[in-house]
């Protein structure tokens, strides 16, 4: 596809079941971003994947959070024993990463709306 | 650690006319990126524009232009022309050289026909 995209729109759950989110990154895009926003609020930095390197998961709130990236493309955020306060939009960004090791601009996908009542 | 600072929480602009969004960030480091999304209703956040610190030249993208003052820490958007499409969530992000990215809690701008 032509853009980031991420799987389901929307989701409602109930508390304590397990979530899983899925971002499609661009193709050949090798470092993929997933962020938390709570309602009327910023971004927050959750995790990042650049290609084979372990992944920064300084901004994981907890250890109900989860990430994978499979084969350097797709990507999935798993929350487990989900509470009322996870409710948040999750996005996702991929961005390719220049011969000098920086990232290029980041592109987002149209995120995940999470409620969980 | 880095951080940004948009210290206006709404704007308003009328149609047509011109509005300047601000945000400030603290770094300790001299080579670094600095973004504006725009987030409409739609969620999709929008990349609006983009300076690299190491640049002098504010970066330009039609009706979308920065005040940067590097040595102030400071990375204003100004909205030429302002038409109701532009109406939506803005916020202001730094990322450094170790792609560590950082976003302000935002800016909502309403534009009044």
């Known amino acids: 596809g032509a853009g980031v995209s991420q799987s389901p729109s929307n989701k409602v759950t109930e508390k304590g079941k397990d979530v899983e989110l899925r971002c499609d990154p661009i193709?050949?895009?090798?470092?993929l971003y997933w962020y938390r926003q709570s309602l009327g609020q910023g971004l927050e930095f959750l995790i990042y994947?650049?290609?084979?390197?372990?992944?920064?998961k300084s901004g994981l709130p907890s250890d109900r959070f989860s990430a994978e990236r499979t084969g350097g493309s797709v990507s999935t955020l798993t929350i487990q024993r989900t509470q009322q306060e996870d409710s948040a939009v999750y996005l996702c960004?991929?961005?390719?990463?220049?011969?000098?090791?920086?990232?290029?601009?980041?592109?987002f996908g149209p995120g995940t709306r999470l409620l969980v009542l | 650690a880095q951080t940004v600072t948009q210290s206006q929480p709404e704007m308003s602009v009328q149609e047509a006319e011109t509005v300047t969004l601000s945000c400030t960030y603290d770094?300790?480091?001299?080579?670094?990126?600095l973004f504006w999304y725009k987030q409409p209703p739609s969620r999709q956040m929008i990349l609006v524009i983009r300076?690299?610190?190491?640049?002098?030249q504010n970066a330009t993208e039609n009706r979308f232009s920065v005040n940067f003052q590097k040595a102030a820490k400071s990375f204003s958007l100004k909205i030429s022309d302002s038409q109701l499409g532009d109406a939506a969530m803005y916020f202001c992000?730094?990322?450094?050289?170790?792609?560590?990215?950082?976003f302000g809690a935002g800016t909502r701008l309403t534009v009044k026909p």
């Open positions: 193709s050949g895009h090798t470092a």
């Open positions: 960004a991929s961005s390719l990463v220049g011969t000098s090791g920086n990232q290029e601009t980041q592109y």
């Open positions: 770094t300790s480091e001299s080579d670094y990126y």
């Open positions: 994947f650049q290609g084979n390197s372990a992944p920064d």
């Open positions: 992000a730094y990322r450094s050289y170790s792609n560590d990215m950082r």
């Open positions: 300076q690299e610190a190491y640049k002098q």
